[in-house]
């Protein structure tokens, strides 16, 4: 149904959400490596210019980093969603035209066969349904799935054993709801 431009407009959508969602994960490493240099378990050897500073001008310094990352990703995060309803809105009204101009073409007698509410429903209620529900929700599972398998991914990297007692806890949590 929809063109291969707007399939490419969607599938930019996608990757644009999950190169945002990398930004939290990128921020969150930034604040356990905050953990470890306060807990002095982090060696600066590999990172020549980390031994300039002392550790306590180390954390600030990182978690000053950690926290323009996560206001870069909320100001990206609030243009994307733009992006993406103004994106939405387009197709509707893009597709709503094409309906209305179908029905409307035949004349009197053609607009005659439908009732009030079979219009209302075709040229407004369903492309709303189709894009703005649809492609739109379908969208907000990509990113909030993709965030849950990075940060899942993330964890059963660094400690396998502690990720997989959250992830059956939370398992659990979610069976008994």
């Known amino acids: 149904m929809l063109s291969a431009r707007q399939k490419f407009a969607v599938s930019f959508l996608a990757i644009a959400t999950l190169a945002i969602n990398a ?3 990128v921020a969150i490493s930034l604040l356990s490596l905050i953990g470890a240099i306060a ?17 306590n001008t180390l954390v600030i310094v990182v978690l000053m980093f950690a926290a323009g990352v996560f206001a870069f990703k909320t100001v990206s995060g609030i243009f994307l969603t733009k992006i993406r309803q103004n994106f939405l809105a387009k197709l509707e009204v893009y597709y ?5 101009s179908n029905i409307f073409e035949g004349g009197l007698s053609a607009v005659k066969r439908y009732s009030r509410s079979d219009l209302e429903w075709t040229i407004l209620r369903s492309t709303s349904l189709a894009f703005g529900a649809v492609v739109g929700l379908s969208l907000s599972l990509f990113a909030e799935v993709s965030l849950t398998v990075l940060i899942l991914a993330l964890f059963l990297y660094t400690d396998w054993v502690s990720a997989l007692v959250v992830m059956l806890y939370f398992s659990l949590i979610l069976l008994i709801f």
Request: aromatic letters at 8%.
């Open 96 to 100: 709503s035209d094409i309906i209305a």
């Open 39 to 55: 807990l002095g378990e982090t060696r600066t050897q590999n990172l020549p210019w980390l031994e300039e500073f002392d550790s």
């Open 23 to 25: 930004l939290d994960i």
